[in-house]
């Protein structure tokens, strides 16, 4: 087959590194725009931090007539001025705390344990989550053990010393399931009131039942009142499903939340800024500006070869700073055009938060109204915050989809969903509603909806179905 030339003339669509790096920009939340920059700042040796032009400014000279004209409360006594342009607001801990390897091993130190039995305990400590349970079958740990520390240790062994540990604090670390851990707590305590042998009965012969909330069933089998049976159930909700979670590393406290965008309402008013205080200003510093300018005037022969290659790789760092600076400001613009439409969409929600006045709103509504593509308006509502009056609202919670009522009204799903949640709140706990129930109730009151989607909505309000709501 013979070789040939030809030209052909294509069109394709493909992203510049401008728009990709827009797009980049755009997904990320305020959180993360801050490091985004100050590592763009790193990268780049012609940006820099902009600080405010009084700080380059001369100190202003005062005449002392001037001075006396003042008011005679020095300013410093009338507000506070000790803060710095970079202070943040920072979650501080008071204390470390430690974890509950670290609580077990501390105790495991008081307990008469050779120096073999010592090494196999603290590995068995090391195997256990966070939240207190061991959930490794004692057949690998053994074989981790022989692996790893070079010991022989038969199963029975390590039941021994995982009952040692198990009798540590907090009661009921070490279990291997639930219903272990329960027993281990309950068993901690003197069972000297009849409810506590009931629930240890329940605990230790009719578990499966007992979380299938099979009462009545389990009533008749263990022969008790229905007034026993609740007072045994209440013995078990007092314990501890999850004994390690005192000591999670996660229990410090939740992270803070930085809102893009601040919201107030006053006087019939809405205020809607872009919260750009922990976001750096960049500038191009001036230096290397004046290393372009002094080399404008300069000839390609009159300069060396170091000079041209310097002043390429300035102008490369230049182009990429203006590029940058110019995607955060195309972020900006993006952002807060992408807010303002949802605000002029959502006006009644906003002004006290009453999510019975979201109206049904999808991605492509805000796409047609702003000009921009439901890719783009997806990216600003994934991660950002709103920062209104009644709290922080998540931009992706307030698109919802349209429900038709009877009369062809459209309603948002979540009018629904609230509805769904006083009916469940209002119901019969000893009949709790099923979802072919809570559907017929819906339906009579003018929403078409079916059992399905009263599933799905149920299942989305984490509401588990009418058996596991049943009580006593």
């Not at 604090?169 to 707590?185: H, K, N």
């Not at 996660?250 to 309402?265: K, M, R, T």
């Not at 078409?448 to 006593?472: N, W």
Request: hydrophobic residues 35%.
């Amino acid at each position: 087959m013979a070789l040939s030339q030809r030209q052909q003339l294509l069109q394709q669509q493909k992203l510049s590194p401008q728009q990709i790096q827009m797009i980049k920009l755009l997904e990320l939340p305020a959180t993360l725009l801050e490091q985004r920059i100050k590592q763009e700042i790193e990268q780049n040796i012609v940006l820099e931090e902009a600080h405010s032009e009084n700080e380059d400014e001369e100190p202003k000279q005062i005449s002392m007539d001037e001075y006396l004209q003042q008011d005679d409360t020095p300013a410093y006594k009338t507000r506070l001025n000790h803060y710095s342009k970079d202070d943040r607001p920072r979650n501080f801990q008071i204390s470390g705390g430690r974890s509950l390897q670290e609580h077990l091993m501390q105790q495991l130190g008081f307990r008469t344990l050779n120096d073999t039995e010592r090494k196999v305990a603290e590995f068995i400590i090391g195997s256990i989550d966070n939240d207190g349970y061991l959930r490794r079958d004692l057949q690998s740990v053994s074989d981790d053990i022989a692996f790893t520390l070079g010991i022989e240790v038969e199963v029975d062994e390590l039941e021994r010393l995982l009952s040692i540990i198990q009798h540590l604090e907090p009661t009921g670390v070490g279990a291997r399931d639930l219903r272990e851990s329960l027993l281990l707590q309950l068993n901690s305590q003197n069972l000297d009131t009849e409810a506590k042998r009931l629930a240890n009965k329940i605990l230790a012969d009719h578990f499966d039942e007992f979380v299938k909330k099979h009462y009545e069933r389990m009533i008749a089998r263990l022969g008790v009142s229905e007034e026993q049976f609740r007072s045994a159930v209440q013995e078990i909700q007092h314990l501890s499903p999850k004994p390690g979670n005192l000591f999670s590393e996660d229990s410090d406290g939740a992270p803070y939340i930085i809102p893009d965008f601040i919201l107030e309402y006053h006087d019939g008013r809405f205020d809607l800024q872009l919260n750009s205080y922990n976001i750096p200003e960049l500038k191009i510093n001036r230096h290397y500006m004046d290393v372009i300018r002094q080399t404008h005037g300069k000839s390609d022969e009159r300069m060396s070869e170091q000079e041209k290659e310097a002043v390429q790789f300035v102008k490369s760092k230049i182009d990429a700073a203006k590029w940058f600076m110019s995607a955060i400001k195309q972020r900006h613009d993006t952002l807060m055009r992408t807010m303002q439409t949802i605000l002029d969409y959502q006006q009644e929600y906003f002004k006290d938060g009453d999510r019975s006045r979201l109206r049904p709103m999808i991605l492509k509504d805000i796409a047609d109204r702003t000009g921009l593509d439901v890719s783009t308006i997806s990216r600003v509502a994934n991660s950002k915050y709103v920062q209104t009056s009644f709290g922080i609202i998540l931009l992706k919670s307030l698109f919802s989809e349209a429900m038709q009522t009877v009369n062809g009204d459209e309603v948002s799903s979540y009018e629904i969903k609230n509805l769904l949640e006083q009916c469940i709140a209002e119901e019969d706990k000893r009949h709790p509603l099923t979802d072919e129930q809570l559907m017929n109730i819906l339906n009579d009151r003018g929403y078409c909806i079916a059992r399905r989607t009263v599933a799905k909505y149920r299942e989305m309000l984490s509401i588990p179905v009418a058996r596991l709501r049943k009580e006593i």
